[in-house]
């Protein structure tokens, strides 16, 4: 039995899709916050358990019977090592034969923030001896198209990147690589780095944009401060706020390039063009 955490959230919801095609409806778990909106998956014979990274005993009923546990990292940032590690520890009591987390892309050296919590996690991970593989996460691409139309309404994108690249893919490209590992036999003690294909500049982003809206769109770099200053103003919380630019300017860094081409040799076929990913979401 496979059992998947935050499976009603963006990345879960196109997991369990993922999985259902090579693995039974009754061989599958979703561990949910709200069962309510877990309804789709349980009409389509996927078992519904409740589980809350905040309440640390719903997870041992969660994972009660489970061969294989995809842990997806929580979204509650400043909570997640906290949540992550309820989940482990029910993971070792319950006999989990892998657990598989999704952690960020080159955590153990990445310049990004946000790393530090998925390093703290992988290493309660290692200490627990829970048989695990990690799947190290890249950008997903919506993270950046999702802003698009507040680029066409100012006429730029903005951000403090640089010209650092991003090797982003579609965050269901990332889905079918996850449910391609925790599907398989013999991934205990592997690390995947997992991103795009291609990278691009933020700067070559708003010329993808300009290209398909026929706008005149161009990026605009700021320093960290200032852009965390402008997302403020946009209505991002401040916590927020700090996370984005404090994750550009980890993108000028070189956090989020990556070549290696693991994410589609999982998958099978390339990673989702930033053409196309721009053309769905304009």
Known sequence: MIV???ATGQLGHLVIKALLKKVPASGIVAAVRNVDKAKDLAALG???RFADYN????????LKGADKVLLISSSEIGQRAKQHKAVIDAAKKAGVKLLAYTSVLRADTSPLGLA???RETEAYIRASGVPFVLLRHGWYTENY?????GALAHGAVYGCAGNGRISSAARADYAEADVAVIAADGQSGKVYELAGDSAYTLAELAAEISRQSGKDIGYVNLLEAEYKNVLIKVGLPEPVADLLSDSDTGVSKGGLFDDSHQLSKLIGRPTTPLAVAVKVAM
């Open 4 to 6: 998947v955490t935050g």
């Open 46 to 48: 996927v078992q519904v």
């Open 116 to 118: 530090a919590e998925h």
């Open 55 to 62: 309440q640390p005993a719903s997870w041992d009923a969660a």
């Open 145 to 149: 198209t999702a802003g698009i139309p």
